[in-house]
């Protein structure tokens, strides 16, 4: 089946740029997205791309597709303590459910 | 405007009790999924919906079993409950061509003893 594949962990001193990657395997996917999970709560969608573009940008986030080699990432300009979560790569194509990474934990060091 | 609802929030159960989880959302959404979550295992997809009196398998659903009697209610039942299904239940709703991603409820979390 398909697969979405990302570092288990990260660890950044507070107000420097932190950079998540993904790869994924399906090449007819239309939306990937990255979702952010705190402590003890569900998964919030932070943003998300759809297959046609390159990047986007909303605030302190960036994303990159480069879908030749199937590779997203998220960037994370001046990471605050409060950015300290996990954070999940998802893709989707078809009508079938979304494919989920297994999480990078991102550690914000003050 | 509440979005995805479960409960309960927390349950501790012994091993071979059954028990019914709820998730309900307010948003009108077609499709709705049950995952688990796992230290180092990601999310799992269990079972899912693509509408009112349809489910479908997904890649855990041994032990497992749902019905989507009505479009905005997705019950996960556990007939005989086994510790390996202690684990964190979300449930998460989408629109029919995901444009949106999903919106996920709080969590589940089940202790099987």
């Known amino acids: 089946g398909e697969d979405v594949e990302q570092s288990l962990f990260l660890s950044v001193r507070e107000g420097d740029s932190s950079v998540i990657n993904c790869t994924y395997t399906?090449?007819?996917?239309?939306?990937l997205y990255w979702y952010k999970q705190e402590p003890g709560a569900g998964l919030q969608l932070l943003t998300y791309i759809f297959s046609n573009m390159d990047m986007k940008q909303d605030q302190r986030l960036t994303v990159l597709l480069n879908k030749k080699d199937k590779h997203l990432s998220l960037r994370i300009a001046d990471t605050q303590t409060g950015d300290s979560a996990i954070y999940f790569c998802?893709?989707?194509?078809?009508?079938?459910?979304?494919?989920f990474g297994k999480g990078t934990r991102l550690s914000v060091i003050a | 405007n509440a979005g995805v609802t479960q409960t309960p929030k927390f349950r501790v159960l012994k091993t071979g009790q059954s028990m019914t989880l709820l998730c309900a959302q307010d948003m009108n959404h077609e499709y709705m999924y049950w995952y688990r979550q796992d230290p180092g295992m990601g999310l799992r997809l269990i079972h899912y919906s693509v509408g009112e009196g349809t489910t479908a398998k997904g890649e855990v659903p041994d032990g497992y079993n749902v019905s989507r009697l009505k479009k905005q209610n997705f019950l996960l039942g556990l007939e005989s409950a086994a510790p390996s299904q202690t684990s964190v239940y979300f449930c998460?709703?989408?629109?029919?061509?995901?444009?949106?991603?999903?919106?996920f409820g709080s969590g589940t979390r089940l202790t099987v003893v």
């Open positions: 399906d090449s007819s996917s239309t939306y």
């Open positions: 998460a709703s989408s629109l029919v061509d995901r444009s949106d991603g999903y919106t």
């Open positions: 998802a893709e989707v194509s078809g009508n079938t459910p979304l494919v």
